[in-house]
């Protein structure tokens, strides 16, 4: 929780043993980039003001050095975000991420951070307050009835006085950390002094000294929100590597894979051709670069063609990169809803060939398919698909950024899927929780040449060993979780479901893997406006659900909301989830009655 | 007339070297011959290595020794690139540390920051995080060069025309146009005029130049910033962009001590890459205007370099600005060390020029006729009994053949003072021993 306030000497050692203490190795993780490394020429960011009022707040010299390294960007830990044992470093970063800070001033996040969260739920004072503030004013001796302002508490809820204000020394005075300077306490003073051309300056250089504190006494002292419950569900891309995962990273031994000596490299990419009953693979940069590599290096003449379907994602969100860098066009089928296509329709493209068409080279499928709704494709279709394309004596291409979790799907192995296909490729950092990286897979000529290929489009990196350890760690322990990221797809539409809402609806056949979609009635509620509805807390629902409960999802289309679990998602999470969720549909539902009520 | 003799005499070697490859690949003939030199890929070339040192005849003066029978169990130096450099504890720690975001929805704030700084140093509004510099490079050029037809002036020993599979014209349909390269990398700008397309039918668009700073085939040479001027003034006068591969940029800085915004003060954008001497695993920077970034951002999505956590490496990068960029001194004076220690041996076989080595690249010339660098790269990797007793350890020195008649040496990071005296110890020792073959 942010901790802003002028603390009396004996306080702020406590404080930081305490933060030191519980959250010692987390809470340096932040110092990273307002870390100034002495060897570099200029001096440190801090300012010399800066120190002498922690000299003032009485902090022993060690103490001091621990703040002095221009600390800012410690992030409140919310109590309640996520337990302790759970994911505790993650919570630091999970506030930055997702909020639309805007990012390049890391520096001086902090306050916008907490100004963030919060703007939601920053009210003015209600009518008792401002009552007991009046009872507060001090009557002066004196011919006239002279006024005089005390320090308000619920100042440090007013997003432009965060990070800098503090209480004076006496009631009557407040105190602006950044300058050192006492003022009186006004409201409109305060808001002339942060307008000041030199505060502002001071503020820019100067980080708020305030270091976080944990406990709960402080926070509810500076009015601060309990906790916020913050879940991101708009893409399974954006899982951060756990802890466990970076000790892997770190241990990881690396090589230059430019000259294919990565040995941690090269285990990833046989433990993935073993996985899929490939003979070889290669790790790319992308999912994205992964399919533009197999699609180029399949169709390595001039005048090539591939199919694929017009809902898939090779499709729609490659920027069509197959055509624009690889000269290959693309002939698209229609996509039935359980992400395959009619075979049929495929056999009639090869009624008429001659010198008019392209040579049509390549078949490309998804497995799962996103834009249908994370469905795995059925076993019987691939087979029938297969087996067409052998006749036609064309190549099979499939995109399994999540093939993974078709398999978990399913109940068969992934070399199952791809028994038959040409090549495949693999993504690390959707369900899997890697950072980045995916893998091209096929045969080990395909792969020589698809290596020429990385190479040509930039995607050889040098020393990526400790990016494709995290994908073996990945393999090896989140893979078992992901059938818990499925059921929790489905807990999360079961509850939509008890609704019984007219205005959003779900399907609940269509919940095969992690992706799920609400359908919006485009009456009371389209897409955007419900995403927007549970990025933010109103006052009443607070009240009500007794919790912050911040979701993040993504509009698809006009109608259809996308959610994605993924291994940060937690069974609280999914109760919380499922918690907004209700009521925000009971709002929508109830809106006209609501308004007729009215 | 001796040079004439030895014009010829290289010619021939060319040509023999050439058959000899072609008969053995029983006529794949997948690899690239360049007007200029020998380029061949290196697979081949490592290849070509073993296959040379077993079957070549045309090198009639040098006989390796005998390789040691037991294991190599000494010293290794890896000279081979300063792509080739491992993350520093410090480092890791501080991929560990950083804040992580998904950089696809451009949420990384490592990588924001990354950018920041950047663009701060380089002086200019924008940058952007991209895997290689590869990509960097073509993300540029392809950013630059958006209409069809377009063509990109460049050196003809630029490492983006020769090293880059052509990836413009292969993925961008941007006809590369080369101008002569000169031995210090410069090239004459007054070209520039001479070259520019104008509006005939027949010809593609003149839309960029190029430059590359550090030159990486010239040696590792320092641009004179009065050139890059020069170059700026003459392609904006012509309506050109300027595009500087800066792949060792801040070696450029370091050799030269004029700062990252003055030497890009007449780009318009450049790439530096923070995977050579800097050390990172992984990353380059792209900077450029505000316009030009948000194309390239588009491209980069494209060519399939959006990473999801790039903060990981974005805070390698950081940490390499903080820690790593005053370090690339001290690969240059070892350059300059071995570069010295070969001139002083004053072997008419195995030359070197001390003031050509800028940074941190050191180009060794071999005699045509004495040793081809495959049979040099080959003597230095392996360990003779003679050797081992006589320098006291075992030391295996790996480089890469370059040109048809030069080898080079790259110092970086992970090779310190001790690697460097090795190098020397080793280097004087094979010279001697050819010497003492050639006369």
Known sequence: MYWSKRKKSSDVPQLMDVFESEHGQQGRRSHLLGDERPNEEGETSQPQHSSNIKAERGLTPKKKMKIEKDTPIIISEKPGLFSDDECPEESHNLQVQGLNITVGEVRTVSSELILSLDEPTVKEPSQEEMEEEEMDTKFLSGDKKKYVQKFRQFWFKIPEFQGWLAEGDSPYKAFCTVCNRDMRAGKSELQRHCKGAKHIKLMAKHQPLAPISLSEDITTEAGLPQSVTFVDLRSDTVTRPSRAMKNAMLEAAVGDDAFSEDPTVNSLEKKVADMLGKEAALFVPSGTMANLVCVLTHCWGRGSEVIVGDESYMYQKMQGGIAQVGSVHHRIIKNLPDGTFSLDELRSFFQDIDTICPTTTLVCIENTHNRMGGKALPLSWLDELSAICEELNLLLHADGARLINASVALGVPPSRLVARCHSVSLCLNKGLGAPMGSLVVGTQEFITRAAKIRKMLGGVLHQCGMIAAAGIYALDNIVSQLSADHNHARAIAHSVLEEHSSSVTVDMKAFQTNIGFLHCDNIRVDAKKLCQRLQMVTDSEEQEIEEKIIVMMLPITDTVVRFMTHHEVKKDHVKAVAKKLKYVIQEFDNMMFDHYKV | ?439
């Open chain 2, 1 to 439: 007339m001796l040079l004439l003799w030895r014009t010829t005499s290289h010619r021939l070697n060319l040509f023999v070297f050439h058959f000899e490859i072609i008969c053995l690949n029983k006529g794949k003939l997948n690899h690239r011959t360049m007007s200029r030199g020998v380029c061949i890929s290196r697979t081949l070339r490592s290849w070509n290595c073993t296959m040379g040192y077993f079957g070549a005849h045309h090198y009639k003066w040098y006989h390796p020794p005998p390789p040691l029978q037991v294991g190599h169990k000494g010293l290794t130096v890896d000279l081979r690139s300063d792509t080739i450099t491992k993350p520093t504890e410090g480092m890791k720690k501080a991929m560990m540390e950083a804040l992580l975001g998904d950089d696809v929805y451009r949420e990384d704030p490592t990588v924001t920051e990354l950018e920041r700084r950047m663009s701060e140093l380089a002086g200019k509004e924008a940058a952007l995080f991209v895997p290689s510099g590869t990509m960097g490079n073509l993300v540029s050029v392809l950013g630059h060069c958006e209409q069809r037809g377009s063509e990109a002036l460049l050196g003809d020993q630029a490492h983006i025309f020769l090293y880059e599979q052509a990836g413009m014209a292969q993925l961008g349909g941007v006809q590369p146009h080369i101008i002569p390269t000169r031995a210090d990398g410069t090239f004459d700008s007054q070209e520039i005029y001479d070259r520019m397309r104008d509006e005939d039918v027949h010809c593609p668009r003149s839309a960029l130049v190029c430059i590359e700073n550090t030159h990486n085939v010239c040696g590792g040479k320092v641009l004179p910033c009065h050139w890059i001027d020069e170059v700026g003034s003459v392609a904006h006068s012509l309506g050109l962009p300027l595009h500087m591969d800066g792949a060792r940029l801040l070696n450029a800085v370091i050799a030269s001590g004029i700062s990252a915004d003055r030497i890009l003060q007449a780009c318009d954008s450049a790439s530096v890459c923070f995977s050579k001497g800097l050390g990172t695993p992984v990353g380059s920077v792209i900077v450029g205007t505000e316009e030009f970034i948000q194309k390239a951002l588009r491209l980069r999505k494209v060519l399939g370099g959006g990473m999801r956590q790039a903060g990981m490496l974005a805070a390698a990068a950081i940490y390499s600005l903080d820690n790593m960029v005053n370090r690339l001194a001290d690969d240059h004076r070892n350059a300059f060390v071995l570069a010295q220690a070969i001139c002083d041996t004053e072997s008419t076989n195995v030359t070197c020029v001390p003031e050509d080595v800028h940074t941190n690249i050191v180009i060794v010339n071999l005699r045509s006729g004495s040793i081809s660098p495959e049979e040099f790269c080959a003597r230095l990797a392996l360990v003779s009994e003679e050797e081992a007793k006589t320098l006291g350890e075992e030391i295996v020195i790996k480089i890469l053949p370059w040109t048809a008649t030069s080898v080079r040496f790259v110092t970086h990071h992970d090779v310190l003072c001790d690697g460097i005296q090795a190098t020397v110890a080793k280097l004087k020792y094979v010279i001697k021993e050819i010497d003492s073959q050639r006369k």
